[in-house]
């Protein structure tokens, strides 16, 4: 079950996002990951996702251990559908953030209000408390541990 979730997340169309404007002809905002991959984990996918208000994307990455790791940002989908709640975080910013998963599968997503919503960071192959430090590695929670 947990494989057939964590695949389906992955395919589901991680990060927060600034609006900004492409083309001098497309004035589409164009969602944007505003952390940075932490040390050891390499680009597996770019993908972008046209919507009639904006492009949405979505960024993954591995490392040698083969912990996947995808940001969505303005992708809309069930973000995380099906797996356990498990508490919030504190994310930089004054931003809070929904924690979902089981196992090696987790899920932060979080909204800033805005056309590039819903952000979501989705892990696969990290215990919980190694997605929670590889967010912080990664600058996107205020304080590693800070789960509520």
């Known amino acids: 079950m947990i494989r057939r ?3 389906g997340l992955l395919l ?3 990060g927060a996002c600034g609006g900004s404007v492409g083309s001098a002809t497309d004035r589409r905002p164009v969602c944007e990951v505003r952390f940075a991959a932490p040390v050891g984990f390499a680009p597996i996918e770019t993908f972008e996702d046209d919507y009639a ?3 949405g994307v979505r960024l993954g990455y591995r490392d040698d251990r083969q912990r996947e790791f995808h940001v969505l940002v303005g992708i809309p989908g069930e973000i995380g559908e099906g797996l356990p709640p498990a ?8 931003r809070i953030g929904t924690l979902v998963g ?3 599968v ?3 997503v979080w909204n800033e209000h ?3 919503d819903p952000r979501a960071v989705i ?3 990290f215990t919980r408390s190694g997605f929670e430090e590889f967010l912080g590695d990664a600058g996107l929670v205020e304080r590693p541990g800070s789960v509520k």
Do not use: F, K, Q
């Open 53 to 55: 208000d904006h492009v």
């Open 123 to 125: 892990g696969n192959g």
């Open 87 to 94: 508490g919030s975080l504190d994310l930089r910013e004054g």
């Open 12 to 14: 589901v169309a991680l």
């Open 114 to 116: 805005d056309v590039c």
């Open 5 to 7: 979730v964590s695949i």
């Open 102 to 104: 089981e196992g090696t």
């Open 106 to 108: 987790w899920v932060v």
